[in-house]
């Protein structure tokens, strides 16, 4: 009986997380009039158009475009800075490593509104504004510490033994890292590209302001919906459908690792 209630308990929870995700989609599937007219738990007459709209709106689906492409950019370059530096911090002991290894969290926690104008006057100078690589680097300043901290509890799990027998039977280090010792932490690197993935999917505020036309992300080409007749619900929930997926499918793959991934590779 017991057992019973606790699943009928979190039943119930995950239906109320899930709620909001299912009214977006019932929302999607109904025109604004249909949807300002009548409350309706589902939709009597579905439709399509909205999603037709954002596939056939070039202003839209090139949103999702740009977002991708400057959140793929990023990831890469998250990896490839913080998979030598978390390698060093796993493997190496020098003068103030522990407090460097903490100041690097700090910047993580840091909110994006403090380093806004520095980066607009630095892209502006260079001429990066409104390119994919000017949100991509931006976003590398808090994406690269949490992937060397998730890294770095990943590497030090590895015996250093390997390292040793490598080079005892003439692995330069390149070959050894490529072909020996990210298979053994792929997990770990999995887990770090989903997280990397996310917090720059999700970001807002840098990747408004740090483009204008050619790379807007679709998180500012959806407030296109907003008019004096007020906001296009239909097409507002039709893309945020949209929004979620890339993220749902990334959490799909990386589901058997996400848990050690939160502990930062230490469970």
């Not at 300043?141 to 998730?150: G, H, K």
Request: charged residues 10%; contains cysteine; aromatic residues 14%.
């Amino acid at each position: 009986m017991t057992l019973h209630k606790r699943h009928v308990g979190l039943g119930i929870y995950f239906g109320f997380l899930l709620l909001p995700i299912y009214w977006m989609l019932n929302m999607s599937l109904r025109h604004n009039a249909d949807i300002l007219g009548s409350f309706q738990l589902l939709p009597l007459v579905p439709t399509l158009d909205n999603y037709a709209t954002i596939v056939s709106d070039p202003s839209w689906y090139s949103g999702y475009l740009n977002s991708l492409a400057y959140v793929g950019i990023n990831t890469l370059l998250s990896l490839a800075v913080a998979l030598p530096a978390a390698y060093a911090f796993s493997r190496y002991r020098f003068l103030g490593d522990r407090h460097l290894f903490f100041w690097l969290l700090t910047n993580r926690m840091a909110p994006p509104a403090v380093f806004l104008l520095p980066f607009f006057q630095l892209y502006s100078t260079f001429g990066l504004i409104d390119t994919h690589l000017a949100v991509a680097l931006a976003h590398c300043l808090f994406n690269v510490p949490l992937a060397v901290w998730i890294l770095e509890g990943f590497m030090s799990g590895v015996p250093r033994e390997i390292d040793e027998m490598a080079h005892l039977d003439g692995y330069r280090f390149p070959r050894f890292f490529v072909t020996i010792f990210l298979p053994t932490i792929r997990a770990g690197v999995g887990v770090t590209a989903f997280f990397c993935f996310m917090f720059s999917w999700v970001e807002l505020l840098l990747a408004r302001t740090l483009t204008t036309v050619h790379a807007k992300p679709i998180a500012a080409v959806m407030t296109r919906t907003v008019s004096a007749a007020g906001l296009d619900w239909g097409l507002l929930s039709a893309a945020g459908v949209l929004t979620i997926l890339p993220g749902a499918l990334v959490i799909w793959f990386v589901r058997h690792h996400l848990a050690k991934g939160l502990a930062l590779g230490r469970v």
